[in-house]
C-alpha cells in the first residue's frame, strides 16, 4: 500500500510515504501499553488540559491545518476549515463533560454497596478513512484519550499528511508519547497489529469491505470493535412538505464534500405530488455548480478524493443506465484536469438495477417517485443500509412519527443533516454497530468495573450467590 499525497485538483504528487517497520510498529504498541498502565490509575482530570490545549490549537490554526486537508483530499478550503472547527468542539466537549460523563454509577442492590466504575479499557486500534481525516480521528480519539485508552491508528493511504499533522498537533498539545500513534500500515500490518494481545479494541470508519476483513479478525481474537460503515441514506418529501425548505437543503445534502460523505443524502424519494417541481429544482441546482480550485471561495463543488474513485463512480453511473436508468441531468462537461465528476441525477431505478440499494460516492443523486408517505417509508427500509436519514414533513411532529419508522441510526426531520459533539453517530444493518460520540462514544471502550463493598459478609450467602431470603 504506498502513502503518498496526490492533489486532486492539479494531479501532482507532494509527498510518498514509507509503510512502518515491524521494529517501529512494536515500539509503538509498547509505548501505547506502557501508557495505558500508567493511566489505569490516573484520574480522567490528568487528562483535560490536554483536551482543552488541542482544541485551542485547532482553532488557532484553522487555515493551516485546513490547508492540509484541502491538498490531501481535494475538500473545498472553506469546508476543510468546518471540518477543523468541529475538531475543536469535540475536543473541548469531552474537556467539559468527559468527568460527568465516566463517574461512577451508583445501583441499590441488597449485596452491598455497589457501583459501577469507567476504567480505561486498554491500547485500542483506529482505522481511519479520506473523507474527514481530521474530524473521524477526533472522534475516537478525544473521548478514549479521555478515559484514558492509547490509540494506534492506520490512515487512509490518500491522506498521510492530514495523519501526520493531526498526530502532531496532539503531541504538541501536551499528550504523552504513546497517546496517539501513527502507522503507515500495510493491510496484512493491520491484521497483525489487531490480533496483538496488547490491542484490547478496535474502531472501524470506512467501506463495508473493509469493515468485514477488519471485524473478521477482532472476531477471531475476541476483540471489541466498532463499526461505522457506509450508507444509501434517504431523503424522504412528504406529501405536505415545505418544497421552499426543500430545494433549499436537498442540493446540499448530495453535494457536500462533492457528495463524498457516508451520511449524505444518496436516495431521495419524493411522494408523486411534489416530483417534478423537485426534479426541476435539483436540475437547476446542480448545473448551476463551479467547479474549480478548491482553495477559490467561488468554488461550490471540489473535486473527487482521487482519479480511481472517480473512475468507480463512473463505472456505477454507466452500469446504472445499462440496467434501464434515466439520465434525467448530466452536468455539462468542464475544461480542467482535476479528477471532477459531473454532477449527476439518476430516475426510473427499479429494484432488479444494479444501482438500486448501492451506495454511490460522489455527486450522483438517484430520485424516485412514490405515490404516498407509506410507500416512501417502504422504499427507505428496503435497503441494506441504515445510518442516517433526512425527512422534510408538514409539521416537525408529524416528520417524527415518520422517522421513527424508518431503520436507521439517525434521522434529521425538516433540516440539514449535523455532526455535532453531543450527538451519537452510527448506524444499523451493513452500515454498522457501536456509537461515536456523546455519551455512548465515550462509553464504547471502557471497563465497566462493578464493585461491591460491605463491612462484614452478608449472612444470605450461600453458594457464592446471594440468596433474597435466608435459607
Known amino acids: 500500500m504506498a502513502y503518498q499525497t496526490t492533489n486532486p485538483y492539479t494531479n501532482e504528487v507532494v509527498k510518498t510515504y514509507a509503510d512502518a517497520t515491524p521494529e517501529y510498529i512494536e515500539e509503538s504498541l509498547a509505548q501505547a501499553q506502557a501508557l495505558y498502565q500508567q493511566w489505569r490509575n490516573d484520574p480522567v482530570a490528568t487528562r483535560i488540559p490536554v483536551l482543552r490545549k488541542l482544541a485551542q ?54 449485596a452491598g454497596e455497589a457501583q459501577l466504575e469507567n476504567h480505561p479499557l486498554g491500547v485500542l486500534m483506529a482505522v481511519e478513512p479520506w473523507n474527514f481525516p481530521y474530524y473521524q480521528m477526533m472522534r475516537i480519539f478525544a473521548p478514549n484519550f479521555a478515559v484514558g485508552d492509547p490509540i494506534v491508528f ?22 504523552p508519547a504513546g497517546a496517539l500513534t501513527n502507522l503507515f500500515l500495510s493491510y496484512d500490518q493491520v491484521s497483525q497489529v489487531v490480533a496483538d494481545k496488547r490491542v484490547q479494541g478496535v474502531a472501524l470508519t470506512g467501506s463495508e469491505r473493509g469493515g ?29 412538505a415545505n418544497m421552499e425548505d426543500v430545494k433549499a437543503i436537498a442540493p446540499r445534502a448530495r453535494l457536500y464534500n462533492a457528495g463524498q460523505v457516508c451520511t449524505s443524502s444518496k436516495r431521495f424519494i419524493v411522494t408523486e405530488n411534489h416530483y417534478d417541481e423537485f426534479l426541476a429544482a435539483l436540475k437547476a441546482a446542480f448545473s448551476a455548480v463551479k467547479m474549480g480550485d478548491p482553495m477559490d471561495p467561488s468554488t461550490t463543488l471540489a473535486p473527487m478524493n482521487s482519479k480511481k474513485a472517480k473512475e468507480h463512480l463512473q463505472a456505477q453511473v454507466d452500469e446504472a443506465l445499462a440496467g434501464g436508468a434515466t439520465a434525467y441531468y448530466v452536468h455539462e462537461p468542464i475544461d480542467s484536469d482535476g479528477q471532477f465528476f459531473m454532477p449527476t441525477i439518476l430516475t426510473d431505478i427499479t429494484p432488479d438495477n444494479p444501482a438500486y440499494g448501492k ?16 410507500e416512501a417509508v417502504a422504499l427507505a427500509n428496503d435497503s441494506d443500509y441504515g445510518l442516517g436519514g433526512i425527512i422534510f414533513a408538514g409539521s416537525a411532529e408529524y416528520g417524527a ?61 450461600f453458594g457464592g450467590l446471594v440468596l433474597p431470603h435466608k435459607f
Do not use: W
Open 57 to 110: 490549537i485547532f482553532k488557532d490554526e484553522t487555515d493551516s491545518l485546513a490547508r492540509v486537508l484541502t491538498v490531501d483530499m481535494g475538500k473545498l478550503f472553506v469546508e476543510a476549515q468546518g471540518e477543523v472547527i468541529l475538531c475543536a468542539d469535540i475536543a473541548e466537549y469531552y474537556a467539559d463533560h468527559a468527568e460527568e460523563l465516566l463517574k461512577p454509577r451508583a445501583i441499590e442492590t441488597i
Open 154 to 175: 492506520k490512515h487512509a493511504a490518500i491522506t498521510p499528511a492530514s495523519a501526520l499533522a493531526f498526530e502532531d498537533a496532539v503531541r504538541r498539545a501536551g499528550a
Open 212 to 240: 468485514v476483513a477488519v471485524a473478521e479478525v477482532a472476531g477471531r481474537y475476541l476483540k471489541k470493535n466498532t463499526m461505522e460503515l457506509g450508507g444509501t441514506d434517504a431523503f424522504i418529501v412528504a406529501h405536505d
Open 359 to 374: 451506495e454511490m460516492f460522489g455527486p450522483v443523486a438517484q430520485v424516485y417517485k412514490v405515490k404516498d408517505d407509506a
Open 401 to 461: 412519527q415518520l422517522a421513527s419508522q424508518i431503520e436507521t441510526g439517525m434521522v434529521f426531520v425538516n433540516t440539514f443533516f449535523s455532526s455535532l459533539p453531543e450527538l451519537e453517530f452510527g448506524g444499523v444493518k451493513k452500515s454498522g454497530f457501536g456509537r461515536e460520540l456523546g455519551q455512548t462514544g465515550i462509553s464504547s471502550f471502557v471497563n465497566q468495573e462493578l464493585v461491591v463493598k460491605r463491612d462484614r459478609p452478608n449472612d444470605n450467602e
